[in-house]
């Protein structure tokens, strides 16, 4: 598709006809074919049971791979199905084999759960914890990263491409270039950026990449993906539990890890879900990802630019800025905000300083408005809403 046709789109996403929705940052609105499949699935389930309505779909099931794998430019052997990014993570670090003593480098914006993770490793494996400064512009200073790696000799490397607040877009890329320089293993979490922009994990040279479907993707809760490079494949790494979906079971005391980043997978998943985010992934592709990138990135800049005509202030940091837009009043408050968005079914989210401790510590806030424009949105629902903003 060589441009967006908004009059569809918006008739296949019937949540975008009573309200203004600004919340895909969150869990985003779903096209219509996504909730017909699964509601179709879960029908089909109680009419035949769930091994005979599996059975049915397996054709199905094998395009999520094809789908996902179009979707940021790989091979469908390198893509896991998840139930979240979250889970995707945690499975990408349960197979790396840290040990006292270990160096994980991470940035002062990666995502609160990932953050949360690497406190377990530093309790629980005695892993050590180093992060990468940012610039004056608050991008990565690469120069710094390349240091902290000579010094520090890290077992991984990792990076939250789209934190949750905030509108930055990190320099993933760079990133992983002096990984590979230093082959170093780089793991990605793209929670808010798959479905959003172009992701491409040959530009990026990372060796996991996660995903969820619930944001930008536009799937359903409960679902997502994991990518895996062929070098980690190669090198049998895989996650602390298996089940017969990642290896099958070979001898009385032994087994054969599955060849393919299905190893990270485990058998039991709904199977709904699973053929929803299919469908989301689909649709995505569809529409074109550079398509969405572009028109996504004027949403944004036009409400950036009409909240900060209006006085309010704006917490976006960064030279590329994404579809995340964070801001609080000149008083640092947002009740008023908050006030004016609820009463005009505008939907949108609270980002609470626990959700980026460093983030907020540093800009001396508490809570922010965060609006994640989609590209079911139009210019005049963005406009609409920054007049209810003079204020």
Same mark, same amino acid.
Not at 67 to 93: C, G, H, R, W
Not at 238 to 251: I, K, R, S, Y
Not at 291 to 301: F, S
Not at 366 to 377: C, E, T, V
């Given at each position: 598709?060589?441009?967006?046709?908004?009059?569809?789109?918006?008739?296949?996403?019937?949540?975008?006809?009573?309200?203004?929705?600004?919340?895909?940052?969150?869990?985003?609105?779903?096209?219509?074919?996504?909730?017909?499949?699964?509601?179709?699935?879960?029908?089909?389930?109680?009419?035949?049971?769930?091994?005979?309505?599996?059975? *049915?779909?397996?054709?199905?099931?094998?395009?999520?791979?094809?789908?996902?794998?179009?979707?940021?430019?790989?091979?469908?052997?390198?893509?896991?199905?998840?139930?979240?990014?979250?889970?995707?993570?945690?499975?990408?670090?349960?197979?790396?084999?840290? *040990?006292?003593?270990?160096?994980?480098?991470?940035?002062?914006?990666?995502?609160?759960?990932?953050?949360?993770?690497?406190?377990?490793?530093?309790?629980?494996?005695?892993?050590?914890?180093?992060?990468?400064?940012?610039?004056?512009?608050?991008?990565?200073?690469?120069?710094?990263?390349?240091?902290?790696?000579?010094?520090?000799?890290?077992?991984?490397?990792?990076?939250?491409?789209?934190?949750?607040?905030?509108?930055?877009?990190?320099?993933?890329?760079?990133?992983?270039?002096?990984?590979?320089?230093?082959?170093?293993?780089?793991?990605?979490?793209?929670?808010?950026?798959?479905?959003?922009?172009?992701?491409?994990?040959?530009?990026?040279?990372?060796?996991?990449?996660?995903?969820?479907?619930?944001?930008?993707?536009?799937?359903?809760?409960?679902?997502?993906?994991?990518?895996?490079?062929? *070098?980690?494949?190669?090198?049998?790494?895989?996650?602390?539990?298996?089940?017969?979906?990642?290896?099958?079971?070979?001898?009385?005391?032994?087994?054969?890890?599955?060849?393919?980043?299905?190893?990270?997978?485990?058998?039991?998943?709904?199977?709904?879900?699973?053929?929803?985010?299919?469908?989301?992934? *689909?649709?995505?592709?569809?529409?074109?990802?550079?398509?969405?990138?572009?028109? /996504?990135?004027?949403?944004?800049?036009?409400?950036?630019?009409?909240?900060?005509?209006?006085?309010?202030?704006?917490?976006?940091?960064?030279?590329?800025?994404?579809?995340?837009?964070?801001?609080?009043?000149?008083?640092?408050?947002?009740? /008023?905000?908050?006030?004016?968005?609820?009463?005009?079914?505008?939907?949108?989210?609270?980002?609470?300083?626990? /959700?980026?401790?460093?983030?907020?510590?540093?800009?001396?806030?508490?809570?922010?408005?965060?609006?994640?424009?989609?590209?079911?949105?139009?210019?005049?629902?963005?406009?609409?809403?920054?007049?209810?903003?003079?204020?």
């Amino acid at each position: 598709m060589d441009k967006i046709d908004f009059n569809t789109i918006r008739q296949e996403t019937s949540g975008c006809t009573d309200k203004i929705f600004l919340n895909s940052a969150g869990g985003s609105l779903m096209p219509k074919i996504v909730a017909e499949t699964m509601t179709d699935h879960i029908l089909l389930e109680q009419q035949h049971g769930a091994y005979e309505s599996a059975g *049915r779909k397996s054709e199905q099931l094998n395009q999520f791979y094809v789908e996902a794998a179009k979707m940021i430019n790989t091979q469908p052997d390198n893509i896991a199905f998840t139930v979240s990014s979250t889970d995707a993570y945690a499975k990408a670090l349960s197979s790396i084999e840290f *040990r006292d003593g270990d160096v994980i480098i991470t940035t002062n914006d990666d995502y609160v759960s990932n953050q949360m993770a690497f406190f377990s490793l530093q309790k629980k494996r005695g892993v050590k914890l180093k992060r990468v400064k940012n610039l004056s512009n608050h991008e990565l200073d690469l120069e710094d990263l390349e240091n902290l790696i000579k010094k520090y000799n890290p077992k991984l490397v990792a990076v939250t491409h789209i934190p949750t607040n905030s509108g930055l877009i990190q320099d993933v890329e760079g990133v992983g270039k002096i990984c590979r320089q230093y082959d170093v293993l780089y793991l990605v979490d793209a929670c808010q950026s798959v479905g959003q922009l172009v992701v491409d994990v040959e530009k990026i040279g990372c060796d996991f990449l996660t995903a969820t479907g619930r944001k930008f993707l536009r799937g359903p809760r409960g679902t997502g993906f994991l990518y895996v490079s062929d *070098r980690v494949l190669a090198k049998n790494m895989a996650p602390v539990f298996l089940d017969m979906n990642g290896a099958q079971w070979t001898d009385f005391d032994d087994y054969t890890l599955l060849k393919t980043a299905k190893r990270f997978e485990l058998w039991e998943t709904s199977i709904s879900s699973f053929l929803g985010l299919t469908e989301a992934l *689909r649709y995505a592709n569809g529409v074109g990802l550079q398509n969405i990138e572009n028109y /996504n990135k004027k949403l944004a800049e036009t409400l950036r630019n009409g909240l900060l005509n209006n006085g309010l202030r704006v917490l976006d940091r960064g030279q590329n800025l994404s579809s995340i837009v964070t801001f609080v009043d000149q008083n640092g408050d947002i009740e /008023n905000i908050y006030r004016i968005l609820k009463e005009n079914s505008i939907y949108f989210s609270v980002s609470n300083k626990s /959700n980026a401790l460093i983030d907020f510590t540093m800009k001396g806030l508490d809570r922010a408005i965060r609006l994640s424009p989609h590209y079911f949105n139009t210019s005049e629902e963005i406009e609409k809403v920054v007049r209810m903003l003079e204020y």
